[in-house]
């Protein structure tokens, strides 16, 4: 009786205590150069939940029932962040007129995606999320973004498909690799701005999430400021120049609003030598009230983006070429011709409803993307290797020779790259021009074409249930047909092509003309198409001190390939439909947070997560058979986080601590290999991978005074394998000469040993120390000093299984393959650490009720070269073949790796009114 007695007593106290009479703050929020009222400014206490917005007035109530020192946080698109200390106790707080000051360091953050963008130098190394932290004002994640970025740091370690980005609520996450492309809406700088973005595990009311954080871009023109912005940009990093305009019209009788925005970029050739860059991107929405609760809006984006890639390089090049050099162009009448081209064209069409009341939100969306992603490449067939850094033509050729190393044939090698480093597309001309080719190509300049047709359909509710609840839900749809195929776009002279794999001597689609010309499609053609199916729940509970809420979602997903060529190779298995691989999956993720007082708070999050594997981790070799991987399995992904924030007067922070661990993950690689068990050109499936990322994350910032800040941010962390992965190789069997790995065309080589060993996922050691001043005056300069460390090339994995010690001659082990020597042939070495220091800064000007601003950055001020990331080579498969390529000390296949930007600078002038 006692006992219930007291539980009665307790339950009475708490809702006595959350029952009391909220108090409120109040106040009017104001620009401080022009007086005029700020609308839609958002106000909220620091480590509460609770969030209001100014009114057409700027004026504001916000009730509180904590009480203590509190941190009030009022923010608004293009003013600083003003942070008031207020004392809550039992009575109501008026704070008049607050003045904000325009943000004269806007243009940083508004041209992130472009300085971001310049390090993401190919796109098979594109897979970092920086641009996922533009609008993020987390000190950490901002310097993550702005200058650990052109090091290839990638946050926590993860791959930018483990984030989601939304456009209008509409998720624009690729199906094929999971990541966003961002060049879909690249250029488009000024309406991309209003961005509402998630931490890692942290609650989302747009959607599950993913582990890495969610951004939302609001592209409805009520969101983003009216008038007209244009801007002007030089840069010698991807392109030289960029033109930028922007004119949205405001609400017009309250009722309809549009915008309209268009930019230009070009480059003969950025840092990296002779990458070209050509885009373009047009913009337009419009938006209609169609009552005070309820809006309509329709949006389109076309952007257009060709440019010139770049290759990573061996040690052995880089000292004789430099860290610009690029194998991909040559000169062919007096201009730069790249043949390793990458153009995307994909037009965006969205149709955006939302309803809002008071206690109920609903947004609905469709959304359609057609058009093109084509990458150039130069074949050759049966006929010489036209890539001047082809390792026949470089100096360790000559040093590795298996009877002695002959010294003058390398410096010969070495004196002709130095005399002719580039692709000679005479010669090419030259040698499909010849009598003996008859009119057959020796080289074909060709497009491998991507041809994507999405519907993407959306929607979620937020249900306000009372005061301390909500409930958000929420159904995607998302159906994907995808063409692919590679089309010839010139012949180089000759006069057909011959449709034939030079290594077999198999015809690549037996029901068609083997003989090509220029626009024909050949070598192969397929489709792949996609259905998911997304729906997620989620439950937020908010009492005083401690928030917390719960989401789960069950997706499900099909796959399916139609192959369009009967591939002599695969006569069984290339033309018509595979079998329809599908996964139902579920995931659950749950968090909360406890306020320790008005300044210091913490939270803890957690995740379990079941994904299906992307569309490229499904078939084996799509562009010739339907064979799919077998037994595949959908990815398993376990995370946590706990997170510690500090929200002083003049010091604020926060510190994180991470744990994920990555399992049944599957991996598809192409490559050509020298193994154990034989030669050929393979596609290596790796099975039953685990990875595992654990580590911390800081961030400080101290106002010394009201011009000068001060900032040290860190991430030490530890990502590496976490399991023994299976490795299959799987080749053709067709050509009665060739020497086969297995007459099955598949061949299990076990375990690869790579568990503890370092994951290739940018620095796992980045930390930086930073000041900015800001003059009263209205500039602004700030320098950060940057270490990076602990960065990894990729391993390869075909090393490390048996196979790797068996001799190719005898079927045998190598005698001297001792643990010793193996693991002394096979360390994991890491890349170079260094030092960077960037300077930014900026000035703005109000003339007459027109703003114009200057934004400048330099990067890497001390020329520093420094390698961002790269990958061992496969070639070498066996002991005494790679045994042997180390003898010189300078690899034939040597690990290559990508080179980072040395001093780089952009400017950026800007005009609005």
């Given at each position: 009786?006692?006992?219930?007695?007291?539980?009665?007593?307790?339950?009475?106290?708490i809702f006595?205590?959350?029952?009391?009479?909220?108090?409120?703050?109040?106040?009017?929020?104001?620009?401080?150069?022009?007086?005029?009222?700020?609308?839609?400014?958002?106000?909220?206490?620091?480590?509460e939940n609770?969030?209001?917005?100014?009114?057409?007035?700027?004026?504001?109530?916000?009730?509180?029932?904590?009480?203590?020192?509190?941190?009030?946080?009022?923010?608004?698109?293009?003013?600083?962040?003003?942070?008031?200390?207020?004392?809550l106790e039992?009575?109501?707080?008026?704070?008049g007129?607050v003045?904000?000051?325009?943000d004269?360091?806007?243009?940083?953050?508004?041209?992130?995606?472009?300085?971001?963008?310049?390090?993401?130098?190919?796109?098979?190394?594109?897979?970092?999320?920086?641009?996922?932290l533009?609008?993020?004002?987390?000190?950490?994640?901002?310097?993550?973004?702005?200058?650990?970025?052109?090091?290839?740091?990638?946050?926590?370690?993860?791959?930018?498909?483990?984030?989601?980005?939304?456009?209008?609520?509409?998720?624009?996450?690729?199906?094929y690799?999971?990541r966003?492309?961002?060049?879909?809406?690249?250029?488009?700088?000024?309406?991309?701005?209003?961005?509402?973005?998630?931490?890692?595990?942290?609650?989302s009311?747009?959607?599950?999430?993913?582990?890495?954080?969610?951004?939302?871009?609001?592209?409805?023109?009520?969101?983003?400021?009216?008038?007209?912005?244009?801007?002007?940009?030089?840069?010698?990093?991807?392109?030289?120049?960029?033109?930028?305009?922007?004119?949205?019209?405001g609400?017009?009788?309250?009722?309809?609003?549009?915008?309209?925005?268009?930019?230009?970029?070009?480059?003969?050739?950025?840092?990296?030598?002779?990458?070209?860059?050509?885009?373009?991107?047009?913009?337009?929405?419009?938006?209609?009230?169609?009552?005070?609760k309820?809006?309509?809006?329709?949006?389109?984006?076309?952007?257009?983006?060709?440019?010139?890639?770049?290759?990573?390089?061996?040690?052995?090049?880089?000292?004789?070429?430099?860290?610009?050099?690029?194998?991909?162009?040559?000169?062919?009448?007096?201009?730069i011709?790249?043949?390793?081209?990458?153009?995307?064209?994909?037009?965006?069409?969205?149709l955006?409803?939302?309803?809002?009341?008071?206690?109920?939100?609903?947004?609905?969306?469709?959304?359609?993307?057609?058009?093109?992603?084509?990458?150039?490449?130069?074949?050759?067939?049966?006929?010489?290797?036209p890539?001047?850094?082809?390792?026949?033509?470089l100096?360790?050729?000559?040093?590795?020779?298996?009877?002695g190393?002959?010294?003058?044939?390398?410096?010969?090698?070495?004196?002709?790259?130095?005399?002719h480093?580039?692709?000679?597309?005479?010669?090419?001309?030259?040698?499909?021009?010849?009598?003996?080719?008859?009119g057959?190509?020796a080289y074909?300049?060709?497009?491998?074409?991507?041809?994507?047709?999405q519907?993407?359909a959306?929607?979620?509710?937020n249900?306000?249930?009372?005061s301390?609840l909500?409930?958000?839900?929420?159904?995607?749809?998302?159906?994907?047909?995808?063409?692919?195929?590679?089309?010839?776009k010139?012949?180089?002279?000759?006069?057909?092509?011959?449709?034939?794999?030079?290594?077999?001597?198999?015809?690549?689609d037996?029901?068609?003309?083997?003989?090509?010309?220029?626009?024909?499609?050949?070598?192969?053609?397929?489709?792949?198409?996609g259905?998911?199916t997304?729906?997620?729940?989620?439950?937020?509970?908010?009492?005083?001190?401690?928030?917390?809420?719960?989401?789960?979602?069950?997706?499900?997903?099909?796959?399916?390939?139609?192959?369009?060529?009967?591939?002599?190779?695969?006569?069984?298995?290339?033309l018509?439909k595979?079998?329809?691989?599908?996964?139902?999956?579920?995931?659950?993720?749950t968090?909360?947070?406890?306020?320790?007082?008005?300044?210091?708070?913490?939270?803890?999050?957690?995740?379990?997560?079941?994904?299906?594997?992307?569309?490229?981790?499904?078939?084996?070799?799509?562009?010739?058979?339907?064979?799919v991987?077998?037994?595949?399995?959908s990815?398993?992904?376990?995370?946590?986080?706990?997170?510690?924030?500090?929200?002083?007067?003049?010091?604020?922070?926060?510190?994180?601590?991470?744990?994920?661990?990555?399992?049944?993950?599957?991996?598809?690689?192409?490559f050509?290999?020298?193994?154990?068990?034989?030669?050929?050109?393979?596609?290596?499936?790796?099975?039953?991978?685990?990875?595992?990322?654990?580590g911390?994350?800081?961030?400080?910032?101290?106002?010394?005074?009201?011009?000068?800040?001060?900032?040290?941010?860190?991430?030490?962390?530890?990502?590496?394998?976490?399991?023994n992965p299976?490795?299959?190789?799987?080749?053709?069997?067709?050509?009665?000469?060739?020497?086969?790995?297995d007459?099955?065309?598949a061949?299990?080589?076990?375990?690869?040993?790579?568990?503890?060993?370092?994951?290739?996922?940018?620095?796992?050691?980045?930390?930086?120390?930073?000041?900015?001043?800001?003059?009263?005056?209205?500039?602004w300069?700030?320098?950060?000093?940057?270490?990076?460390a602990?960065?990894?090339?990729?391993?390869?994995?075909?090393?490390?299984?048996?196979?790797f010690?068996?001799?190719?001659?005898?079927?045998?082990?190598f005698?001297?393959?001792?643990?010793?020597?193996?693991?002394?042939?096979?360390?994991?070495?890491?890349?170079?650490?260094?030092?960077?220091?960037?300077?930014?800064?900026?000035?703005?000007?109000?003339?007459?009720?027109?703003?114009?601003?200057?934004?400048?950055?330099?990067?890497?001020?001390?020329?520093?070269?420094?390698?961002?990331?790269?990958?061992?080579?496969?070639r070498?498969g066996?002991?005494?073949?790679?045994?042997?390529?180390?003898?010189?000390?300078?690899l034939?296949?040597?690990?290559?790796?990508?080179?980072?930007?040395g001093?780089?600078?952009?400017?950026?002038?800007?005009?609005?009114?």
């Amino acid at each position: 009786m006692i006992k219930h007695t007291l539980f009665l007593i307790l339950v009475f106290k708490i809702f006595s205590v959350q029952a009391q009479g909220n108090l409120s703050i109040k106040g009017f929020i104001k620009d401080r150069l022009k007086g005029e009222s700020i609308e839609n400014a958002e106000v909220t206490l620091e480590g509460e939940n609770a969030v209001v917005n100014t009114d057409e007035f700027g004026g504001f109530i916000l009730n509180f029932s904590s009480r203590g020192e509190y941190i009030l946080r009022i923010s608004a698109s293009d003013f600083s962040i003003k942070r008031v200390p207020v004392l809550l106790e039992d009575k109501n707080i008026d704070l008049g007129d607050v003045l904000l000051q325009r943000d004269i360091t806007i243009e940083k953050s508004i041209n992130l995606v472009t300085i971001t963008d310049d390090e993401l130098l190919d796109d098979e190394v594109n897979s970092n999320a920086l641009a996922l932290l533009q609008s993020t004002k987390d000190i950490f994640l901002n310097r993550a973004a702005f200058d650990f970025g052109q090091a290839f740091f990638r946050v926590r370690g993860y791959d930018s498909q483990y984030g989601e980005v939304h456009l209008n609520g509409l998720p624009m996450n690729k199906m094929y690799d999971g990541r966003p492309q961002w060049n879909n809406w690249g250029g488009l700088n000024d309406v991309i701005r209003n961005q509402q973005y998630t931490n890692g595990l942290s609650a989302s009311d747009f959607t599950f999430g993913g582990i890495l954080g969610n951004t939302n871009i609001d592209l409805r023109p009520s969101g983003l400021r009216p008038g007209t912005r244009l801007s002007s940009s030089i840069s010698n990093r991807t392109y030289s120049g960029r033109l930028m305009a922007t004119y949205n019209s405001g609400l017009s009788n309250e009722k309809f609003a549009f915008i309209l925005s268009a930019s230009r970029r070009w480059a003969k050739q950025g840092y990296i030598e002779g990458t070209l860059y050509d885009s373009y991107a047009i913009y337009g929405s419009a938006e209609y009230l169609l009552n005070d609760k309820s809006t309509l809006s329709a949006t389109a984006i076309v952007a257009s983006n060709r440019r010139g890639r770049s290759s990573a390089i061996t040690e052995e090049v880089f000292e004789i070429q430099g860290n610009r050099y690029n194998p991909y162009w040559g000169v062919q009448d007096d201009k730069i011709r790249n043949s390793r081209e990458r153009h995307i064209r994909e037009p965006l069409f969205l149709l955006n409803y939302q309803y809002e009341s008071k206690n109920l939100q609903i947004k609905a969306g469709l959304a359609y993307q057609t058009g093109i992603y084509k990458r150039s490449r130069l074949g050759y067939f049966n006929a010489p290797n036209p890539d001047p850094t082809y390792y026949r033509y470089l100096p360790s050729f000559y040093l590795n020779s298996p009877i002695g190393a002959n010294f003058e044939s390398a410096i010969q090698a070495e004196e002709g790259f130095l005399d002719h480093p580039q692709l000679d597309w005479e010669n090419i001309y030259k040698a499909n021009t010849s009598i003996g080719q008859n009119g057959e190509a020796a080289y074909v300049f060709y497009d491998d074409t991507t041809k994507d047709d999405q519907l993407t359909a959306r929607l979620t509710s937020n249900i306000e249930i009372n005061s301390h609840l909500q409930l958000d839900l929420g159904a995607t749809y998302r159906k994907l047909n995808s063409k692919n195929y590679a089309q010839i776009k010139d012949l180089l002279g000759a006069e057909y092509h011959k449709d034939i794999d030079v290594f077999s001597e198999t015809l690549n689609d037996v029901s068609s003309d083997v003989n090509k010309i220029e626009g024909d499609i050949f070598n192969y053609n397929y489709n792949l198409s996609g259905n998911e199916t997304d729906m997620f729940t989620q439950l937020s509970a908010n009492y005083n001190k401690v928030k917390s809420f719960i989401s789960g979602r069950y997706t499900m997903v099909d796959y399916q390939r139609e192959g369009m060529f009967k591939n002599e190779r695969f006569t069984d298995d290339s033309l018509g439909k595979s079998q329809q691989v599908s996964f139902s999956n579920w995931a659950v993720k749950t968090g909360a947070s406890y306020t320790i007082t008005g300044r210091h708070w913490v939270s803890v999050n957690a995740a379990y997560i079941n994904k299906a594997p992307t569309l490229q981790n499904v078939f084996i070799n799509p562009r010739e058979n339907n064979s799919v991987v077998p037994n595949i399995q959908s990815e398993r992904i376990t995370s946590v986080d706990a997170n510690y924030y500090l929200r002083m007067p003049k010091l604020t922070g926060r510190l994180t601590g991470f744990f994920t661990r990555f399992q049944n993950l599957t991996d598809v690689n192409f490559f050509f290999v020298d193994s154990g068990v034989g030669s050929d050109f393979v596609q290596e499936v790796l099975t039953d991978l685990d990875k595992l990322h654990l580590g911390t994350e800081l961030g400080l910032e101290y106002q010394l005074s009201s011009a000068v800040k001060l900032s040290l941010v860190a991430s030490v962390a530890k990502h590496v394998y976490a399991s023994n992965p299976f490795v299959t190789i799987n080749f053709d069997t067709a050509g009665a000469n060739e020497d086969l790995i297995d007459i099955s065309g598949a061949k299990f080589l076990g375990q690869s040993a790579v568990k503890d060993y370092k994951l290739a996922q940018g620095p796992q050691k980045a930390i930086a120390v930073g000041i900015e001043y800001r003059d009263p005056k209205y500039w602004w300069v700030s320098a950060s000093a940057n270490y990076l460390a602990n960065n990894y090339a990729n391993i390869s994995t075909i090393t490390r299984t048996q196979s790797f010690l068996i001799d190719p001659e005898t079927q045998l082990p190598f005698l001297d393959a001792t643990d010793e020597n193996v693991e002394k042939l096979l360390k994991q070495k890491p890349l170079d650490n260094f030092y960077l220091l960037n300077i930014v800064g900026g000035k703005s000007w109000l003339k007459k009720g027109k703003y114009i601003s200057v934004f400048a950055s330099v990067n890497n001020v001390f020329d520093t070269s420094f390698r961002t990331g790269g990958y061992e080579q496969s070639r070498n498969g066996n002991y005494g073949q790679l045994k042997q390529d180390n003898l010189s000390g300078s690899l034939s296949f040597a690990p290559k790796y990508w080179y980072g930007f040395g001093r780089s600078y952009f400017l950026n002038f800007a005009f609005s009114f």
